[in-house]
């Protein structure tokens, strides 16, 4: 947990924003092109086979998201230390941008080979699920009146939310699902061509620096922001004589400070 | 052909979200930013 956390630091440094930057967009570059360019059409679907290589990349990013959300809240609930609240709740708002934008490439992906934009589909019903359920852990923030029953509120939505993401998972094997099922992440060798298989991984690496780069851009989004709400008096201190503000206190009632 | 026009649509729309939400964490530190440096009276760039 502790390595966790350090890995998740360091992504807040300047440095290591302007790498994943570069880095990202690059990934994002190239996956594009092999994807559009390079790689050949599906011989079933034809063209619009090659909107996997966006769509299941970005649901990778927003179970990656609520994945590091679960973690975090844990850590939360644990230490009761709003450093963790903190990437709990920069991840949930990344995971809700990627799962917004896997819903709207899988409706892309739907129309010209299912003939339909939506169906109440398991695989689709629990996907939207999932994103109403962080859209509503991003709502409950606004509510809450005080930094530490946010954060505890918040925590428990961030442990019990996650119980979607493998039943999303798992939608198109427990129950009869127009989606197609699991080719990558299941039991057994991969089902789909070699060349595919490499360009979706590559796709997954571009995302995974997208998710990297976000989080270090978003946390230290959080901590202006959890500066700015500090009283002005305390602003204009000097840091090293500024008394630390308790901003939350663990479940077991030990305060932490931020 | 007019399956390409999901593609494309679906590569614009990946890029207009990502491109759009780092636009939108960018003006929420300039905001954040501007607010500590009036509030302060110092300049607030680099780390925080």
Known sequence: MRRFYRLLSALGTVRAQRILGWATWLGLLVTAVVALAVVPADADQGDVQRLMYVHVPAAWVAFLSFGVVFLASVGYLK????HWDRIAVSSAEIGVVFCALTIVLGSLW????????WTWDPRLT?????????????SLRKVADSPARRARWSAVIGVVGFIDVPIVHMSVVWWRSLHQQATVVRPGAPTIAGSMLATLLLAFVAFSLAYGYLMAVRMRVGRLEDRSALPVSELSTPRARRPRPVQATAVNGSPHHA | ????????????????TLAGYRW???????????????ATGRTTAGRH
């Open chain 1, 126 to 138: 629990t996907t939207a699920l999932l994103l109403l359920i962080y859209a509503g852990y991003l």
């Open chain 2, 1 to 16: 052909m007019h399956d390409l026009g999901y593609v494309v649509a679906g590569y614009a729309v990946t890029l207009v």
């Open chain 2, 24 to 38: 939108r964490l960018a003006l929420r530190t300039r905001r954040a930013r501007r607010y500590l440096s009036t």
């Open chain 1, 110 to 117: 739907g129309r010209p080979v299912w003939g339909t934009w």
């Open chain 1, 79 to 82: 230490t009761g230390r709003i």
